[in-house]
């Protein structure tokens, strides 16, 4: 038993030092493994193979590489664009301007870095101008683009459903009424917001130009149809129509809206390989650490005291989203992810909770860590875009903090809001 603590205090201590995520999982999982169990070198590394020869988790490229094409395609302004002209005059409106468009570019790049990027870039100094602190402007930004893990298609419900061999198209239309739930909660504080302070809107557009902007931002709305269609339809499983997206936006972005260049695309490429390549061996490290915590029998500990202590379905939810949230301060959220999943599966049957419902409440909470200092990373990308420091940003967060945990308590307590629509759809029983 001691040696095993001491497997955890190995990851503590290089967590604590500022150790990269996953070679302070790595390390504190092989010396789990090979002191405290005695186990072969040789079953370490075919374990790190294993974790990722899983054939959902293939999907992550082609989705990550299309998002990264779309984000240099010129999409989001034709997506800003459309969005102004049906809501500028809205009370708010540019505000919801920013969640609207965040939410659509994420649909189709599901990455929130490139989201905030992207939107935050052209959305920033448009509603400083119209009276929004950056402050304000840099946080709603920075929360909007978190929306792009959990509207489909998103790599974090790949990476859950690989982990535990879910449907990814069931989890895919989990995440839509969550989605939909923050979406409204973050525009409705942004109108309240927008009044409380007396900024308004006195730009308007014809039906003329709602009809053209609508149209220019049509083939970037088709990628979204693109990607899902062909999965519903049973035509494609979700690494090939990942695949077919890349091709999609790879045409939209060079020779429809004209700004995707070959050197671009060849800077989307190395981007998405970095990016991949890291997901992969977070995905590897954690899940060899949570593999080392549960050959040691931890997830049977907790099992067991979690069924005789009497917890119910609710109690034990309250618990899971509090650990969560504290590591979420603390970690990268894919490593949480990884580790808190492999522990706590085996408690989904006996206290009647839905894996798919689970799902959604882990991207939820990783949507919270993603704004929450001092790992958040959604926090740096808007203090570079927003040429505002990250304290500002952090000043300006804790009011979107509340209306996401807001939200997490609405679909922890609501697991309809993530079951009917696949239920309706006919992918759960």
């Known amino acids: 038993m001691i040696l095993f603590i001491l497997g955890i205090v190995i990851f503590g201590v290089l967590l604590v030092l500022g150790t990269p995520i996953f070679i302070a ?5 092989m010396w789990i493994f090979l002191v405290a169990l005695q186990c072969p070198l040789a079953m370490i590394a075919q374990m790190l193979v294993s974790n990722i020869d899983v054939f959902s988790l293939m999907a992550i490229a082609p989705f990550v590489l299309a998002g990264n094409l779309m984000a240099h395609s010129g999409a989001s302004r034709a997506l800003v664009n459309m969005t102004e002209a049906f809501l500028g005059r809205v009370p708010g409106g540019l505000g919801i301007v920013a969640v609207l468009s965040c939410s659509v570019f994420a649909a189709m790049c599901g990455s929130t870095i490139a989201t ?12 400083s101008e119209k009276g929004y602190p950056r ?19 998103s790599i974090n419900f790949i990476i859950y459903g690989g982990i535990v061999s879910a449907s990814i198209p069931t989890l895919f239309m989990a995440g839509v009424v969550p989605g939909l739930l923050l979406m409204g909660i973050l525009a409705a504080l942004t109108v309240w917001y927008s009044k409380g302070k007396g900024i308004s809107s006195d730009k308007s557009f014809s039906w003329q130009e709602k009809l053209l902007y609508f149209g ?12 899902m269609a062909p999965i519903y339809t049973g035509l494609c499983t979700p690494t090939e129509s990942a695949a077919i997206a890349v091709v999609y936006a790879f045409l939209v972005g060079r020779f429809y809206y004209r700004k ?21 061996i977070i995905i590897s490290s954690g899940l060899l650490f949570g593999g080392a915590l549960v050959a040691h029998g931890m997830a049977e500990m907790i099992s067991n005291w979690i069924i005789r ?8 939810l309250i618990v899971v989203n509090i650990i969560w949230l504290l590591l979420g301060f603390l970690m990268e959220s894919t490593s949480v992810l990884v580790i808190m999943v492999p522990l706590i599966i085996g408690l989904f049957k006996p206290l009647g909770i839905s894996p798919i419902h689970f799902g959604v409440l882990c991207v939820l909470n990783t ?15 808007m203090s570079s875009v927003g040429k505002v420091p990250v304290e500002s940003v952090v000043k300006g967060i804790w009011p979107f903090v509340i209306a996401l945990l807001l939200g997490l308590i609405a679909i922890t307590y609501i697991p309809q809001m993530s ?3 696949p239920k309706a759809l006919g992918l759960l029983e």
Not at 136 to 148: D, E, M, Q
Not at 216 to 227: D, Q
Not at 261 to 266: D, E, K, R
Request: with cysteine; aromatic share 10%.
């Open 25 to 29: 999982m790595l390390c504190g999982g």
């Open 116 to 127: 905030s990027a992207a939107i935050g870039s052209m959305l920033v100094q448009p509603m």
């Open 135 to 153: 402050s304000f402007s840099t946080a709603l930004l920075a929360t909007s683009g978190t929306l792009g893990i959990m509207i489909p298609p």
């Open 216 to 227: 220019r931002a049509c083939p970037a709305l088709g990628l979204i149809f693109v990607i």
């Open 260 to 280: 995707l260049t070959y050197s671009q695309l060849w800077v989307s490429l190395v981007s998405a390989a970095k990016t991949t390549a890291m997901l992969l």
């Open 309 to 316: 202590s009497g917890f119910t379905w609710w109690q034990f």
């Open 367 to 381: 949507e919270i860590a993603l704004i929450t200092p001092p790992v958040g990373i959604n926090l740096y990308v």
């Open 419 to 421: 079951l009917f629509l």
